[in-house]
């Protein structure tokens, strides 16, 4: 429990939750609601409209928004509104809204968040850069047009600052930098130099130009967390009845590496690691996302002043430090296999969140809660798996394809791969209580 | 003349000119092809649809694309193709059409460029975001989709740097900076910080990143110019033959500062310089642009290299400095009025342009062929002018409108101003011989 979301007034703050029906959206709606918020969620269900023209489905069985939200009522967490928008779409109908609700504070959320499904081919490319972009600016349009004094919570990505390795800590959104001038020495705060490695993580990098733009011209109060991949399933309040139970994706473009790592345990298939797994990454679990996002609604930033930048990140890992830990608890083997995406084999990353440490964040560790995931989501909802969804097929550079005699080979390898883990390498009888099976073996 | 633009195999160059109806992308066009490349215009005359939304249109008059190519053949220029198609909507036809062309380089000015026009409302934003973006990334997804190595010339902005005075000149897209860390300074070479001051200029340092993502991830290769304000209206081609006369526009969306001065002395009305006039911009003439353009297109970078950037500005002057000239010469005083623009009141603004002047651009100066603006356009075509078209009415926030509160008074100021505007400062025929005609007094 973060402030007291009341205004001066009494009434409770109003907040709307811009795809509040998604994985991150919907525990963060509930989450605010129970901390007294006014909540509206708006949404276009094109999560799962993606679910459908990809065939793929939560493991998780994620009920209709409208059962969800008696659900969530029947229970006592209160009542949460509910519009169907897309934001990016109808500028009108979207200024109208937001003149209708006069929220206090927005979280915005309602941009596509997988980085393999938005390099699949074309048209996902351009619908994730048209799509959000499209989002976040008619918002910042909207609020900037209407006047209206809302406090934005963006969701960003670490992934803007890229994964090259500095031998520093990514700081939080803004680097102090000199330039070598004839004068001497200009110094000055910018930006975090953008570096994405995907169409999804351009977006984000496109986006935060939007919102230092809109904070500047139009003095909009802003706060940009950058994210790292959010694991875990189940809130508090996501956990009390399962018709709240919240997305578990463990498909190749949906499923981060944590859930699809922990799918093939459950399945008995050996992990898939892609390339030497010397990529490091940034790490948050779904409990602490949604204390982050209510931490930084409890702290808007001033008009006029710049965007604040909080890196919501709680851990790093090599990947193939997550397969050995979760081939320990599960006694599933893992392999290498060719790595589709075009990003460093190795790298060294450190990311500050002194900022929502600062604001009361206390992190739930990979190594607390990681035993949770494999008993009451992976293991309970592992007869729901469509196997033949679990490899990534995006390919981040047709090169990686072997296509056209770029890299002679590396399509048949990464395709013989595919085919074999279709193949069991253990009975799935084999899942077994991870205290006791972790063979020493499986360490490698 | 600068390359010859002829393929290994004698065939001629093609290039496709994205916006090649527009006032840049005309003259290039027809520069491109005299030099000997195959040129083929791509536009969706969207420049002119805009002119009859405004109730606009060029002082200069400007012919229906089709009796323009014909003049240019009439006139032994040569021939060149045309599709009628908007960059950034239909994709699977550019693709097609990149497909079918199969053009060794592509010139893209496909782009909504007027910062007073994407200020003027929600509307304006939207179109320029969404549509700039959209042609932007269309045309990179199809290069990186269907793998035609064809080199990509992007029209930038140097507005894209911002206007803060820094005491060094603005370098040629990328800053060598470093960083303090624990372990000593980290030095690397970033893109210059994007600081834009309109949505126009924020959609350039959208494609920069866009621009940036594709070179590096699909291997395409890109020059970036980051040109200044285009003065000038005719190149050599442009001037052949009436019907291929070049766009001059005065209005207070289109119009450049030049422009606007230009026509306002043209008419006798006295110069309205916004603020203090201390604003420093960078300027090129359009014959140096077409010039530009064809030394971008005779060296390409590598595939592999990251984006090249070069500054095509020629030289640098404030505002106040452009009225004093044009008041010199056309001997019509000039007028300080409110600023509609968020900007700071002066700036100095030095602009390195090595790349070009290197690689044998010979500028033309302001003061050389400001006169032949005066009397050859603006004086000639002077009776086609709509006087109420010529002030800006877009305002950069609405505090400048003083709505609401924000600032009271501000509007009513500036309505004033563009009210005493509709006066002659001086009867019309007062416009005569600036060499004889320069009053001291107007000097200020």
């Not at 393999?116 to 074309?122: G, Q």
């Not at 490319?125 to 919570?153: I, Q, S």
């Not at 589709?340 to 929502?356: F, I, K, Q, T």
């Amino acid at each position: 429990m973060t402030s007291v979301p009341r205004r001066g007034d009494g009434t409770r703050r109003k907040v709307l939750v811009l795809g509040g029906d998604g994985f991150c959206g919907w525990p963060t709606s509930l989450y605010l609601s129970r901390l007294g918020y006014d909540v509206m969620i708006v949404d276009d269900f094109s999560r799962r409209q993606i679910d459908r023209a990809l065939g793929t489905d939560s493991l998780t069985p994620i009920r209709p928004i409208a059962e969800r939200l008696a659900a969530w009522e029947g229970i006592g967490g209160g009542r949460i509104g509910f519009v169907e928008m897309r934001v990016g779409e109808d500028y009108p109908r979207l200024r109208d809204l937001l003149l209708a609700v006069q929220p206090q504070a927005i979280v915005h959320f309602a941009e596509q968040r997988s980085a393999p499904y938005s390099m699949r081919s074309a048209q996902e490319k351009r619908y994730t850069v048209g799509g959000n972009v499209a989002a976040t600016h008619d918002l910042l349009c909207a609020l900037a047009e209407t006047g209206l004094d809302a406090y934005l919570v963006h969701l960003g990505s670490v992934g803007v600052y890229g994964y090259s390795s500095t031998g520093f800590p990514r700081p939080e959104g803004y680097l102090r930098v000199g330039a070598q001038t004839p004068r001497g020495i200009f110094e000055t705060e910018i930006l975090y130099p953008a570096d994405p490695e995907s169409i999804y993580h351009l977006t984000k990098a496109l986006d935060q130009l939007l919102l230092q733009y809109y904070a500047k011209n139009d003095r909009l109060r802003v706060t940009d967390l950058h994210q790292g991949i959010v694991w875990g399933t189940q809130t508090d309040e996501t956990a009390a009845d399962e018709r709240l139970i919240n997305r578990f994706d463990y498909d190749g473009d949906y499923g981060t590496v944590i859930n699809r790592f922990l799918m093939q345990a459950a399945l008995g298939y050996p992990l898939t690691v892609h390339g030497s797994g010397g990529q490091t990454r940034g790490f948050i679990h779904i409990r602490d996302t949604v204390r982050c996002i209510a931490l930084a609604l409890s702290e808007p930033p001033a008009s006029g002043e710049r965007v604040r930048i909080l890196n919501q990140v709680t851990e790093t890992h090599r990947v193939i430090d997550l397969a050995r830990l979760i081939s320990r608890i599960s006694g599933t083997p893992f392999r290498h296999v060719d790595n589709p995406r075009l990003e460093p084999e190795e790298n060294e990353l450190d990311v500050s969140n002194a900022g929502l440490i600062g604001m009361g964040l206390s992190p739930t560790r990979l190594e607390d809660a990681l035993l949770t995931e494999v008993s009451d989501i992976a293991r309970r909802y592992a007869h729901r798996c469509d196997r033949s969804k679990i490899p990534s097929r995006s390919l981040w550079h047709p090169g990686l394809a072997g296509g056209a005699a770029a890299v002679p080979g590396a399509l048949p390898t990464f395709r013989q791969v595919e085919a074999e883990e279709l193949e069991p390498a253990m009975p799935q009888e084999a899942w077994h209580d991870p205290q006791i099976a972790a063979p020493e073996a499986a360490r490698l």
